[in-house]
């Protein structure tokens, strides 16, 4: 099974802050990794599919980044929707595995 | 919109099966594969398997192998997962999620089943 190691596990930060969250897989899977957004309660949401797509409505404050074994998810002003945890996904192959998640919580 | 409902909170025995349904609407449900994944109190997701809609191929996960039965029924759109001799820590939420495109990516997701197991 392909392991997600996802960091920070949690972070504290303030509206407008830029906060970058990495993945890093334990093989290659080229840009078979998926982001994913969690309110509490409530099902994950699709933000970045592919590594770097950004998904139809999302806004363009999320971004992804990366390939074969290191991704990046990069939130450019936080604001105060966005906190919440986040997951990456890896799609290469069965199973399919996630990361721990990182919760971003209010500074 | 794409969407998928699930059934509703379910709490049972240890020992006992449990079968939680996952309607689709909004899209073509033959096209679409869909996951089952899970996810305990706290923790993070486990994924549980696969199914093809239109023909009710399945894969499962290897830890679930013996436990859980993924089908379908084209004629109301909905997938079923079925888990047997439930444990205390099969307590979770069950999603289920459709493989939106050849990426592999999982949009949207259901808005999860709550299933309790407890003596």
């Known amino acids: 099974d392909i392991q997600m190691t996802q960091s920070p596990s949690s972070l504290s930060a303030s509206v407008g802050d830029r906060v970058t969250i990495t993945c890093r897989t334990s093989q290659s899977i080229g840009s078979y990794l998926n982001w994913y957004q969690q309110k509490p309660g409530k099902a994950p949401k699709l933000l970045i599919y592919v590594a770097s797509r950004l998904q139809s409505g999302v806004p363009s404050r999320f971004s992804g980044s990366g390939s074969e074994t290191d991704f990046t998810l990069t939130i450019s002003s936080l604001q105060p929707e966005d906190f919440a945890t986040y997951y990456c996904?890896?799609?290469?192959?069965?199973?399919?595995?996630f990361g721990q998640g990182t919760k971003v919580e209010i500074k | 919109q794409v969407q998928l409902v699930q059934s509703g909170t379910e709490m049972k025995k240890p020992g006992a099966s449990v079968k939680v349904s996952c309607k689709a609407s909004?899209?073509?449900?033959?096209?679409?594969?869909v996951h089952w994944v899970r996810q305990a109190p706290g923790l993070g997701f486990e994924w549980l398997g696969i199914i093809n809609p239109n023909t009710g191929i399945t894969k499962y996960a290897q830890k679930f192998q013996g436990s859980v039965t993924m089908t379908s029924d084209t004629s109301t759109s909905t997938v079923y997962m079925e888990l047997s001799s439930l444990r205390p820590d099969d307590t979770a939420v069950y999603y289920c999620a459709r493989e939106a495109g050849p990426g592999g990516w999982f949009d949207p997701w259901g808005q999860g089943t709550l299933v309790i197991v407890s003596s």
């Open positions: 996904q890896q799609s290469f192959n069965s199973p399919r595995t």
């Open positions: 909004g899209y073509s449900f033959t096209t679409y594969y």
